[in-house]
C-alpha cells in the first residue's frame, strides 16, 4: 500500500457525460500527478500540481481540467467523455514539486469504462 | 524531444537471470528510475539510479551508463510473480519524468 488513495475504483459512463476522481496523496506529500493509461499502453502524464499550482502540463486534453484544494488532495474532471478516453487513470504523489532523487508513488487507479 | 526506449516484451525461464535495457536521451539528464506494474494494478517503485554503476537490492540490480544513455535491471532467480511490466523513467532538466511504453515480462515455468 503506497499510502495514495483514489476514488471510484471502477467507474462505467455513456459517452458525452462529465465524471470526477479524486485522489488524496500520501501524508506529508505537496505534489500530485495524474496518468492516463490504456490498454497495454505505457503511462503518459497528465498533470502535476505542486501545493495547490499547477506545476507541469502534459497530454493533457482541453476537456480534461484538474485541481489541488488547500488539504492537498487533488480531482480530475473529464468531461464531453469519448470511447477511448476509457483507460486506467492513475494518481501519483511525491514530497516536494519534483527533484533530485524524489520518488512517485502511485495509487492503485481508477479504471473508467465508457460506452 | 526526449525518447525513451526499451524491448516491448521479453520471456524467461523460472530460476533464470533476465535483463531488461533502457535507452534515453542524454541531454538534462536527472536519474533513472525503475518501476514494476502487475497487470491492472499501479507501478510500484524499484529502484534509481543517478550515478554510473550497479545498484544491488535483493534480486534486483540497477545499473547506469551516463555517458552511454543506458541503463539496465537485472532480475534474478526468477519467480512467477515477476511476470509483469517493467517502466523505465527519465527525469529530465527539469525534474520530469519521461517514461517508456514498458517491458512485458513473462516467466514461463
Known amino acids: 500500500d503506497s499510502g495514495v488513495t483514489q476514488t471510484p475504483k471502477h467507474l462505467i459512463t455513456a459517452t458525452g457525460q462529465r465524471v470526477t476522481l479524486r485522489c488524496s496523496p500520501r501524508?506529508?506529500?505537496?505534489?500530485v500527478y495524474w496518468y492516463q493509461q490504456s490498454l497495454d499502453q505505457g503511462l503518459q502524464f497528465l498533470i502535476q500540481?505542486?501545493?495547490?499550482?499547477?506545476?507541469a502540463k502534459g497530454n493533457i486534453l482541453e476537456r480534461f481540467s484538474a485541481q489541488q484544494f488547500p488539504d492537498l488532495h487533488s480531482e480530475l474532471n473529464l468531461s464531453s467523455l469519448e470511447l477511448g478516453d476509457s483507460a486506467l487513470y492513475f494518481c501519483?504523489?511525491?514530497?516536494?514539486?519534483?527533484?533530485?532523487?524524489?520518488?512517485?508513488?502511485f495509487g492503485p487507479g481508477t479504471r473508467l469504462l465508457v460506452l | 524531444g526526449q525518447n525513451i526506449d526499451q524491448p516491448t516484451e521479453m520471456t524467461a525461464t523460472e530460476g533464470a537471470i533476465v535483463q531488461i535495457n533502457c535507452t534515453y536521451q542524454?541531454?538534462?539528464?536527472?536519474?533513472l528510475f525503475w518501476y514494476q506494474q502487475h497487470a491492472g494494478e499501479a507501478p510500484t517503485f524499484l529502484s534509481y539510479?543517478?550515478l554510473d554503476g550497479l545498484e544491488e537490492k535483493g534480486r534486483f540490480s540497477s545499473f547506469l551508463s551516463r555517458s552511454k544513455g543506458y541503463s539496465y535491471l537485472l532480475l534474478k532467480e526468477l519467480q512467477m510473480k515477476d511476470s509483469a511490466s517493467y517502466l523505465c523513467?527519465?527525469?529530465?532538466?527539469?525534474?520530469?519524468?519521461?517514461w517508456g511504453a514498458g517491458t512485458k515480462l513473462i516467466i514461463k515455468p
Open positions: 501524508s506529508g506529500d505537496l505534489s
Open positions: 539510479n543517478v
Open positions: 500540481y505542486y501545493n495547490g499550482e499547477e506545476r
Open positions: 501519483a504523489s511525491s514530497v516536494g514539486g519534483g527533484g533530485y532523487q524524489e520518488t512517485q508513488y
Open positions: 523513467a527519465e527525469a529530465d532538466s527539469n525534474y520530469q519524468l519521461i
Open positions: 542524454t541531454s538534462g539528464f536527472n536519474g
